[in-house]
Structures are given as C-alpha cells and as structure tokens.
C-alpha cells in the first residue's frame, strides 16, 4: 500500500472542532498550528484554513502568524479564528474525506503531509507544522492520534 488518496476526518470537540462543509459544497479546516519552540527559537503560532473541493482536492490556505506562544495576544488569536470561521458563511459541521497537501507560507511547511515510517513501513499522514493530528489506516476512519 501507498499514501492514500483521501483521509477522513471526523468532527469532534478537540482539534476537530471545526470541519465540515460550506454552503456552496467546498470541505473546510480550521485549526491552529504551531511550530514547537526549540533551543534558540521561540517557536510560532498560527490560525489556518484550509479549503477543499468537494471532491477532496485542496484548494486554498488561508494562514494568519500570531508570533510566539509566550507572547501572543490571546485575544487577537480568538479574533482571527473566529473571521476565519465567519468567512465561510453557513456551514454544516461533520466528516470531511481530503487529500493530503503542502503549502509553504512564513518559511513554514503547512499541510497533511504523507510519510512512510521506515521502521514499521507504515504509511502516516500529519497536520503540520506541529504534528498534532496523525491519520493512518484505515484512511477512511475519521480518527487520528494527538
């Protein structure tokens, strides 16, 4: 087997809060990623969201940088989530089946991105930057790993 085609994900209270769909049929994340911070680096935080046909296929990144965790204004990052959720108009909240992607903003790699594990030749695909949705099979599944 290869990298899948399509990975489900299924609406939930955590950091699946909000997928599902738009008005006009297009598939939806809003997320929050962030870059770990490191020895000599703060790190950063971001809102992003990603659009999708209605057939899976990425379309669009819509990616807002709020700075370092240890001085982001938390009421600003509260603000950009909710204009990137007001963006989208009517929406139905609920699984969304997409396809895996890259996009590069900020000098950051964005995206559920599909990597083998060379240990246990297994196939994963990972939100980033932060990696913390991780999807394996079964792709149509809906659940991931934190």
Known sequence: MGAPDLVAIDHDDY?????????DG???FLTTPFEPA???DPGNEFVALFLFDAAGRFL???IDELGPRATMDDALRRERYDARLR?????TYGRIEVAPFAVE???TT????????EEDEQWWVEL????????????DSGEYDT
């Open 15 to 23: 950091h699946a809060e909000h997928v599902g769909r738009t008005a």
């Open 26 to 28: 297009r598939q939806f």
């Open 38 to 40: 490191g020895d000599d």
């Open 60 to 62: 669009e990144a819509r």
């Open 87 to 91: 963006e989208l108009g009517e929406v």
């Open 105 to 107: 903003r900020f000098g």
């Open 110 to 117: 964005f995206g559920l991105l599909a990597r083998l594990d």
């Open 128 to 139: 980033h930057p932060g990696n913390y949705m991780a999807f394996t099979e079964p792709w």
